[in-house]
Nanobody, 119 residues
Framework: EVQLVESGGGLVQPGGSLRLSCAASGFRFEIYNMNWIRQAPGKGLEWVAGISSYDGRSTFYSNSVKGRFTISRDNAKSALYLELNNLKTEDTAMYFC???????????RGQGTQVTVFS
């Protein structure tokens, strides 16, 4: 069974940082491109960042997070990460890791971890 379990969310003030983690199981993690997507209250799913399969050499970001967020992976641990820096109130959302191609928000995803940025 494919499982993705996110963790690391929390409450943070603007300008703060968080590191999200995603533990993957039930599939061969290293062969899949992976994404982080988010959903703000009352809004649809938004693709945030993506990383290529295997060595993760290629990374991609939405314009809204470019320069502030960093996606990475550790295939030995079947883990996906997202470093969130210089957080803004508009980053408040439920964050999900998901399997899929760049920009894809329809892939298999976990239950999510909540990030709340408050001033």
């Amino acid at each position: 069974e494919v499982q993705l379990v996110e963790s690391g969310g929390g409450l943070v003030q603007p300008g703060g940082s968080l590191r999200l983690s995603c533990a993957a199981s039930g599939f061969r993690f290293e062969i899949y491109n992976m994404n982080w997507i988010r959903q703000a209250p009352g809004k649809g799913l938004e693709w945030v960042a993506g990383i290529s399969s295997y060595d993760g050499r290629s990374t991609f970001y939405s314009n809204s997070v470019k320069g502030r967020f960093t996606i990475s992976r550790d295939n030995a641990k079947s883990a996906l990460y997202l470093e969130l820096n210089n957080l803004k109130t508009e980053d408040t959302a439920m964050y999900f890791c998901a399997r899929g191609q760049k920009y894809d928000v329809s892939g298999v995803r976990g239950q999510g971890t909540q990030v709340t940025v408050f001033s």
